[in-house]
Antibody, heavy 117, light 107 residues
Framework: QVQLVESGGGSVKPGRSLRLSCTAS????????ISWIRQAPGKGLEWVSY????????YYADSVKGRFTVSRDNAKNSVYLQMSSLTVEDTAVYYC??????????WGQGTLVTVSS | DLQMTQFPSSLCASVGDRVTITCQAS??????LNWYHQKPGEAPKFLIY???NLEIGVPSRFSGSGSGTDFTLTISGLQPEDIGTYYC?????????FGGGTKVEIK
């Protein structure tokens, strides 16, 4: 069955960096784009980034552009979100989701990133 | 950037009630709209794409309608397992964007 598992979250000080991973199974990974979506504590969903199956196209939310970089290793069925210059506003649960046409049809359970001094 | 507005922000209804949630886009998005349901403590679950197409396995009591800037999600016969927060999301243009969510509770 389709599964996505995020990892790499944790507690970090403002200005530092962190790399999240999303490892997938149960489908042909390179056939699908992956999006990252985050949810601040008690808040709604915020789309963060998109990366095409072949890594040729990427998009970012304005709030993270220039600070976050998304990449993937299709041989490892994994997508990565490199986050730098973190601020307290980046504190959130980060989800990766599989894209199928217009749909974000499978989501991981999320990994919590806490940015605090 | 496209802004998505949902209302109400929360509602309380009885089991069996018909529930309607509205999503409004700041500009024409044709029918490029998804709906998701998030239960407390869980990841969101995908429900509807292209404004009205149910994902496989989603109960038929859920339906979506609308085009352009105005969309609705209807639950025809609310069930206890339907509690949680519902989000709309546009995919007409990047950056993708979600509505603020509608929290559904049972009376």
């Amino acid at each position: 069955q389709v599964q996505l598992v995020e990892s790499g979250g944790g507690s970090v000080k403002p200005g530092r960096s962190l790399r999240l991973s999303c490892t997938a199974s149960g489908f042909t990974f390179s056939d699908h784009y992956i999006s990252w979506i985050r949810q601040a504590p008690g808040k709604g969903l915020e789309w963060v980034s998109y990366l095409s199956g072949g890594s040729t196209i990427d998009y970012y939310a304005d709030s993270v552009k220039g600070r976050f970089t998304v990449s993937r290793d299709n041989a490892k069925n994994s997508v990565y979100l490199q986050m730098s210059s973190l601020t307290v506003e980046d504190t959130a649960v980060y989800y990766c989701a599989r894209g199928a046409g217009p749909r974000l049809d499978y989501w991981g359970q999320g990994t919590l990133v806490t940015v605090s001094s | 950037d496209l802004q998505m507005t949902q209302f109400p922000s929360s509602l309380c209804a009885s089991v069996g009630d018909r529930v309607t949630i509205t999503c409004q886009a700041s500009q024409d998005i044709k029918r490029y709209l998804n709906w998701y349901h998030q239960k407390p403590g869980e990841a969101p679950k995908f429900l509807i794409y292209d404004a009205s197409n149910l994902e496989i396995g989603v109960p038929s009591r859920f339906s979506g309608s609308g085009s352009g800037t105005d969309f609705t999600l209807t639950i025809s016969g609310l069930q206890p397992e339907d509690i949680g927060t519902y989000y709309c999301q546009q995919y007409d243009k990047f950056p993708l964007s979600f509505g603020g969510g509608t929290k559904v509770e049972i009376k």
